[in-house]
Every structure is written in structure tokens, then in C-alpha cells.
């Protein structure tokens, strides 16, 4: 009797241990924030995350004078000034999971700005042009490196554009039938999302694979900001009152997400389990983040870490696949970058690869064979 239950622990801890990448976030989630500090300054703000925990976002350095982007290490520790072009400011608002690092900064003089490109983990700064224009600023970055964002035309037109792999090359998107776009999202299969402005409103939209193509997202008003490898699509939308939305695959369909009890909400990121984080107005008019995961929207201002440490008015740009959440908020009377993090149940992780699965039953099948195995060695008769 003993070694049956032995056997059946040890098989449950073996099932449970397969198993553990299926199970979803639960109600126990215990959290952890953490300041990211700065390069020097006062504040800092965090824009952008990638699946290791890298951080990406702008400080001001020491005497505030000056602001410049950077990238942290992985799961926040760190921050490393990533300088400038030239000029006095920069800003990072996407990293990929290689570590490149997409923004814009000034130039010599701060006479204009220029989206920038950086190698792996941040290494040096490369000007991606403009396309004949006057500046550009870039807002997103997939695996392959391929940049989204947007670009002054020298008749001051704003148009968004795509480039190849590393940041190589710059390709106009085009417009929905108006003059300018936007761009702010990219996947890692290069659908881009953006804003297309045909007065007197912003329509959201989506491009096919490698930004391919432009269609219509939902009603306008609207704007997209970030976008899934699903092509799940957020953003905000609505004139008197905005709300954040998500969309499904492709972006097909609108669901609005609603609020945190005030009038207006903003979705800023959302991670392959499709969750969606952003903030919200309370009924006070306070501004607080939030998380849109399985239905449920949660303020995560009132979770009991970030109340207890001090944190206020939280805004939350972006997530990662590891459900780590980044963005910025006001601690002892100063903007600061944040991470927040669930430090004992992992949030959802992507749904499997067939492989995962076959993993799972290779498992299985290991422990039938284990088990046949030790009743062999006991002395029962094992049938062909």
C-alpha cells in the first residue's frame, strides 16, 4: 500500500509539473512593484517591455535639464542611458526580444527629431531617416527588427511607415483616404495598427502581413495602439467619452472594455494571452491603471502592494507574454517607471504549440511505462 501511494505522489507532482503551463492566472495572484529609478533625475517613465523583462522608456539625467532614453536588463534590474543623435532629448518606446530598442530623439541643435534604431541590448543608436521628410519618431519594433511609426512629409503631412528586417529600409503605408496616418503597433508577422485621419475624425486601422494593405477598424472616432501576434487589436475609441476596446483576431469586431467607474479609459498593451492593460478615470477623476484579463478589468491601483508602498495616479503602457506590466505613476511626489509583476502565480502564458502537446504525451506516456516498469520489478506478471 505504501508504494502505491508513493507511486501515485510521484505521479501527481509529474502531471502537476507538465501541466502547470496550461493553468491560467487565478484570484491567489500575490503582487510586486518595483521602482525602476532613473538616470539621475528626479523622473522617469516606462514605455515598453519584452518577453525576458527588459524595460525601455525616457529619464531625465542628473539636473533634470535633459531627458534620455533607456533600457533596463532583464526584469527591470538595471537602467542604462542609450544617449542621443545629437541633440539634448531622446525616447524609447519599444524593445523586442532581442533587445533592440526603437524611439526617437533629437538631433544636433534639437532642430528636429529622428526615429532610431538600436543593435542588440541596446547597442548604439543608427538614424532610420525620415523618407524625404522633415522628422520622424518610431513607436514599435517586432523580432525581426522591423520598425512602425510615423513621419513629417516636408508639405507637413504626417504619414506612417514600415520598414524591413533591422530596421532597413522605409516603406509609406499609405492612408485609409485621408492625408495623414499614424503608425503605433507592430507583430511579429508585421501587422501594423495605427490611426488614419479622414476629417473630421481618426479611424483605427490594421495592415495585412508586413504592412500590407490598410483596413478599418470599428466606428470612428478611434485610434489603435497595440497589437498581438493574433492580430487581437486595442486602442481607444469614442468622441464625447472614449473608452479602451479590443478586438478579435485580425481585428475583427469591437468590444469595449469599459471603464474603472469614470468617463474615459485608454488601452495601451496586450500581451498573446490577450491581456490589456491601460488606465482608466475613476468616478473621483482619479487616473488609474488597469488589467483586462478573462473578462475582468482590475484597478491596479488598489492592489495592497502598490497602495501600501505609496503609488498613485499609475498609468500602464505595456505587457509582456510573462504578464509582467510596465508603465509610470507618482511615488513620493515624483513620476517613476514601475514594474509590477505577479511574484507567485504566473499569468496566462500563449496557448501551446503542437509540439507542447506532444510533449505532454510523451510525458504520460513515460509514467505508464515507469509504472509497468516497477510492478515488473515486484514481481507482476506484465502481459505483451
Not at 94 to 106: A, E, F, I
Amino acid at each position: 500500500m505504501r508504494q502505491k501511494f508513493s507511486e501515485f505522489k510521484r505521479t501527481a507532482i509529474l502531471l502537476a509539473a507538465i501541466s502547470a503551463a496550461f493553468v491560467p492566472a487565478t484570484a491567489s495572484a500575490e503582487w510586486s512593484i518595483t521602482d525602476l529609478g532613473t538616470l539621475g533625475g528626479a523622473n522617469s517613465y516606462a514605455s515598453g517591455i519584452n518577453d525576458s523583462g527588459q524595460v525601455v522608456g525616457y529619464s531625465y539625467v542628473v539636473g533634470d535639464a535633459a531627458y534620455h532614453a533607456f533600457l533596463t536588463g532583464v526584469n527591470g534590474v538595471g537602467m542604462t542611458d542609450l544617449g542621443t543623435l545629437g541633440g539634448t532629448y531622446s525616447i524609447a518606446y519599444g524593445v523586442n526580444d532581442s533587445g533592440q530598442v526603437v524611439g526617437h530623439s533629437y538631433t544636433v541643435g534639437n532642430a528636429a527629431y529622428r526615429a532610431f534604431i538600436t543593435g542588440t541590448n541596446g547597442d548604439g543608436m543608427a538614424d532610420l531617416g525620415t523618407l524625404g521628410g522633415t522628422s520622424s519618431f518610431a513607436r514599435g519594433i517586432n523580432d525581426a527588427g522591423q520598425v512602425a511609426g510615423g513621419y513629417r512629409t516636408m508639405s507637413g503631412a504626417q504619414r506612417a511607415f514600415i520598414t524591413g528586417a533591422n530596421g532597413i529600409g522605409f516603406t509609406d503605408l499609405g492612408t485609409l483616404g485621408g492625408a495623414g496616418t499614424t503608425a503605433y503597433g507592430i507583430n511579429n508577422s508585421g501587422q501594423v495598427v495605427g490611426g488614419s485621419y479622414i476629417p473630421p475624425n481618426n479611424h483605427a486601422f490594421i495592415t495585412g502581413t508586413n504592412g500590407v494593405g490598410m483596413a478599418d477598424i470599428g466606428s470612428p472616432p478611434a485610434t489603435a495602439y497595440g497589437i498581438n501576434d493574433s492580430g487581437q487589436v486595442v486602442g481607444t475609441a469614442g468622441n464625447a467619452a472614449t473608452h479602451a476596446f479590443i478586438t478579435g483576431a485580425n481585428g475583427a469586431g469591437v468590444t469595449d472594455l469599459g471603464t474603472l467607474g469614470g468617463t474615459d479609459s485608454f488601452a495601451s498593451g496586450i500581451n498573446n494571452s490577450g491581456q490589456v492593460v491601460g488606465w482608466s478615470f475613476t468616478a473621483n477623476y482619479e487616473q488609474h491603471a488597469f488589467l483586462y484579463s478573462n473578462g475582468v478589468i482590475t484597478d491596479l491601483n488598489l492592489l495592497a502592494p502598490v497602495a501600501a508602498a505609496g503609488w498613485i495616479e499609475l498609468q500602464a503602457s505595456d505587457i509582456n507574454n510573462r504578464g509582467q506590466i510596465v508603465g509610470y505613476g507618482t511615488l513620493n511626489g515624483v513620476q517613476r517607471a514601475f514594474l509590477l509583476e505577479d511574484v507567485v502565480t504566473p499569468l496566462p502564458l500563449p496557448v501551446p504549440e503542437p509540439e507542447t502537446y506532444a510533449m505532454l504525451l510523451a510525458g504520460l506516456g513515460l509514467l505508464g511505462f515507469a509504472g509497468r516498469r516497477r510492478r515488473g520489478a515486484s514481481g507482476v506478471t506484465l502481459s505483451a
